[in-house]
């Protein structure tokens, strides 16, 4: 007489979802960082933040003034800031000046080079394109 068991595989009753994800980084080992994922909520808020910066700086970049070109890049960069501060929610394994670094002490004082791996992630999360992501 043989006995067998049967195992009931139970569904997952709900679909889960994290509105953050962690990311190893490319530029610097053994750190990570969190983003946002996108939601509905969060492209209107975004949207908002980046719209009269994003207005004046392509005003001013079709100028042919040199003063009009090089505020036009000052506000490219502000809008960079925008995409920064919105997506960027928290980093571990780096310490900036000695103290374990935040989402906050990375865009005013960490490495450029992860800033701007971290931009990017952030822009290919929001979906924009290639020529978007140049803004």
Not at 95 to 122: F, K, M, N, W, Y
Request: glycine residues 8%.
């Amino acid at each position: 007489m043989t006995s067998s068991t049967l195992h009931l595989v139970e569904e997952p009753r709900e679909t889960r979802y994290a509105s953050v994800m962690w990311i190893d980084s490319q530029s610097q080992p053994r750190v990570r960082y969190s983003i946002r994922r996108i939601s509905f909520g969060g492209r209107i808020e975004l949207a908002r933040r980046i719209r009269d910066v994003g207005r004046k700086a392509e005003y001013l970049e079709a100028g042919s003034d040199v003063r009009d070109k090089l505020e036009a890049m000052v506000l490219g960069a502000e809008i960079d800031r925008v995409y920064l501060d919105w997506g960027l929610v928290g980093v571990e394994g780096i310490a900036i000046d000695g103290e374990a670094a935040t989402a906050q002490s990375l865009i005013d004082a960490g490495p450029v080079e992860l800033a701007a791996e971290i931009l990017g992630r952030i822009k290919a999360e929001c979906g924009l394109t290639d020529d978007e992501r140049k803004n």
